[in-house]
């Protein structure tokens, strides 16, 4: 079992910037790709940002040059820096991790996190 916490949510005007913040616990993280989803009202929830266990990145291309996700396998936390925010960015983003064990996939989510961006 692997328990996730968000944090670093907030309101924020167009061309602000927010750090979101995800902490793990109750099992190994490092062998989990992790991602940073998100859901607008009345949208369906769409992957924003992932990073494998030995690091390699992806992104959707709207958010492509504006946001970094990070990981730390020592404090067991994933960021997302989110620079030039837009308003169409506003969503819930959830935290996410996943691995396959025997071709079994396991995924966890955490609560979520509101983020507003508005002038």
């Known amino acids: 079992q692997v328990q996730l916490v968000e944090a670093g949510g907030g309101l924020v005007q167009p061309g602000g910037s927010l750090r979101l913040s995800c902490a793990a616990s109750?099992?190994?993280?490092?062998?989990?790709?992790m991602g940073w989803y998100r859901q607008a009202p009345g949208k369906q929830r769409e992957l924003v940002a992932t990073?494998?266990?030995?690091?390699?990145?992806n992104y959707i291309d709207s958010v492509k040059g504006r946001f970094a996700i990070s990981r730390d396998n020592g404090r067991n936390t994933v960021d997302l820096q989110m620079n030039s925010l837009k308003p169409e960015d506003t969503a819930v983003y959830f935290c996410?991790?996943?691995?396959?064990?025997?071709?079994?996939?396991?995924?966890?989510w955490g609560q979520g996190t509101q983020v507003t961006v508005s002038s």
């Open positions: 996410n991790a996943v691995r396959s064990i025997g071709g079994v996939r396991i995924n966890y």
């Open positions: 990073i494998t266990s030995d690091g390699n990145i």
């Open positions: 109750g099992s190994n993280f490092s062998p989990y790709a």
